[in-house]
């Protein structure tokens, strides 16, 4: 009886493990042929808030906007420290500065564009808290912390 001796380039597992490599194949193009869709609808939501009012926490909804702004002029030189620390933290890798581009290159560049929503205290405010277009909402910082990077930004 003569059968097919098996070697390692016939052997079952590596059959298997072809077969395997294809089905991933496939579905990594599934996958990438559903991306057109994604990014439509991505297109769809530039120039838009991610979140909606009712996603928001009840506590952003209920905010004295115009008593925390004037709290600021108490603490004046530690709200811009703080602005300063935390748009180094967390803002510089996206947007980076005049001297060092972000990570990403459609993100705002605050030294040279044109604000799509506002340069008002209370339009940032928004953009941080809901997101905006491809930038996601930054749902970590306090409504004092947000205030205090739109305050540092107001002045550099
Ligand atoms: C993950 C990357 C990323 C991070 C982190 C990020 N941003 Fe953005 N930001 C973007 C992108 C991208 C855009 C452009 C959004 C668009 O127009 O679709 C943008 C846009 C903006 C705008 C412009 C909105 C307008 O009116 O045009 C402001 C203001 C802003 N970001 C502030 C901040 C601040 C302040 C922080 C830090 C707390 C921050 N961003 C963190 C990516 C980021």
Same mark, same amino acid.
Request: glycine share 6%; hydrophobic share 30%; proline share 6%.
């Given at each position: 009886?003569?059968?097919?001796?098996?070697?390692?380039?016939?052997? %079952?597992?590596?059959?298997?493990?072809?077969?395997?490599?294809?089905?991933?194949?496939?579905?990594?193009?599934?996958?990438? @042929?559903?991306?057109?869709?994604?990014?439509? @609808?991505?297109?769809?939501?530039?120039?838009?808030?991610?979140?909606?009012?009712?996603?928001? %926490?009840?506590?952003?909804?209920?905010?004295?906007? +115009?008593?925390?702004?004037?709290?600021?002029?108490?603490?004046?030189?530690?709200?811009?420290?703080?602005?300063?620390?935390? $748009?180094?933290?967390?803002?510089?890798?996206?947007?980076?500065?005049?001297? +060092?581009?972000?990570?990403?290159?459609?993100?705002?560049?605050?030294?040279?564009?044109?604000?799509?929503?506002?340069?008002? %205290?209370?339009?940032? $405010?928004?953009?941080?808290?809901?997101? $905006?277009?491809?930038? %996601?909402? +930054? !749902?970590?910082?306090?409504? !004092?912390?947000?205030?205090?990077?739109?305050? $540092?930004?107001?002045?550099?």
């Amino acid at each position: 009886m003569t059968s097919t001796p098996i070697t390692k380039k016939n052997h %079952p597992m590596k059959i298997y493990r072809i077969q395997l490599g294809v089905f991933f194949l496939l579905a990594a193009l599934l996958n990438f @042929s559903c991306k057109p869709n994604s990014t439509d @609808s991505e297109l769809a939501t530039t120039g838009s808030f991610i979140l909606q009012e009712s996603e928001l %926490p009840d506590y952003e909804n209920d905010l004295d906007h +115009q008593g925390l702004l004037n709290a600021l002029g108490d603490r004046y030189d530690e709200s811009i420290r703080t602005g300063e620390h935390i $748009y180094n933290n967390v803002c510089f890798n996206c947007h980076g500065n005049s001297d +060092q581009l972000g990570s990403i290159p459609t993100a705002f560049k605050f030294w040279e564009d044109t604000f799509n929503l506002g340069k008002d %205290p209370y339009s940032i $405010y928004q953009v941080l808290t809901r997101g $905006y277009g491809s930038m %996601p909402p +930054q !749902v970590h910082l306090t409504p !004092v912390e947000k205030y205090d990077i739109i305050n $540092y930004l107001r002045e550099c």
